[in-house]
């Protein structure tokens, strides 16, 4: 007699329950510091500390057009300038980061050359440093040759990034065989026509999955330009809010700006989900491809 057995209605199993719940977990775990973010941008100073509705719902007043009016006048504006400066840094640093990454990561998987695998290895030795224990070294090199305190010594350490030139190279050797580059010659393009025409639009994914983290390193680096700017002109967001909020700690009475800190950190997160949504297919698809890998 044959046994029959009973198959899952929808495709769903009852096995998959547990990761299920692992998943809704972990995406409650992450969006609540969002969610508290964006519920305490809207709270005065009083209702941050003193509303009945608790940390996690919104106060008795919706207060984050005042507090967003409240930035542009603080110290004159400089909020707004702070921001500016961190769009400047992840335009430069990330994008240039972006150049380079792709760059020689297509020529690490598409050119043979003498000294290639030791080459590449020193890149992959770099992803294991940590970028705090180059600031100190960063340091006394630019102020040898008077790069301190500009915006120089922000985007130049920016432009490297071995994780970027791992991810290029593993991509290209997966999604651009040598066959299509080898045609290309064969009809007469050269090296940078090939590399343009031929092998960047394939290359796609990996580079707006590259742009991205690139950007949104550089937008939330703290430490580097802590160490190197000493002119509250040129302190990108994080530096700025953090000046803010030891302030505000020490200060006590009218001084105390815990709803600017608040605004300010929600208001500068929004540009970069903006990004990750306009390009999430992409990036969506370029971090798949490498996994594949």
């Known amino acids: 007699m044959t046994k029959h057995h009973s198959q899952p209605v929808g495709g769903y199993h009852p096995k998959h329950v547990g990761s299920h719940v692992f998943l809704v977990i972990l995406c409650v775990y992450f969006l609540i510091p969002l969610w508290w973010v964006l519920v305490a941008a809207t709270k005065s100073n009083r209702d941050l500390f003193v509303s009945s509705s608790g940390a996690l719902w919104f106060g008795q007043n919706f207060s984050l057009f005042d507090n967003i009016t409240q930035l542009t006048t603080y110290q004159d504006g400089i909020y707004w300038r702070w921001l500016g400066n961190s769009l400047l840094y992840a335009l430069l640093g990330g994008g240039g980061a972006t150049i380079i990454s792709v760059l020689a990561g297509y020529g690490f998987a598409k050119y043979q050359f003498k000294g290639r695998g030791f080459v590449f290895m020193l890149v992959l030795g770099a992803v294991m440093v940590p970028g705090t224990a180059l600031v100190v070294p960063l340091f006394v090199m630019f102020n040898q040759v008077s790069l301190l305190n500009t915006m120089w010594s922000v985007v130049l350490p920016s432009l490297l990034s071995p994780v970027g030139t791992y991810l290029i190279r593993v991509y290209c050797q997966d999604a651009l065989p040598d066959e299509l580059t080898d045609a290309a010659r064969v009809d007469g393009a050269g090296e940078l026509r090939t590399f343009w025409s031929v092998a960047l639009p394939q290359l796609r994914p990996a580079v707006i999955t590259v742009l991205l983290l690139s950007v949104v390193a550089t937008w939330n680096n703290f430490f580097l330009p802590s160490v190197m700017l000493a002119n509250s002109k040129l302190w ?27 605004t300010g950190a929600f208001v500068s997160v929004v540009p970069l989900v903006i990004v990750f949504l306009l390009l999430q297919k992409y990036w969506q698809s370029g971090l798949t491809l490498g996994a594949l890998k």
Not at 239 to 251: F, H, Y
Request: glycine content about 8%.
């Open 236 to 262: 990108p967001i994080t530096v700025g809010l953090n000046t803010w909020l030891i302030n505000t700690r020490v200060s006590s009475g009218a001084d105390q700006v815990w709803n600017l800190v608040v």
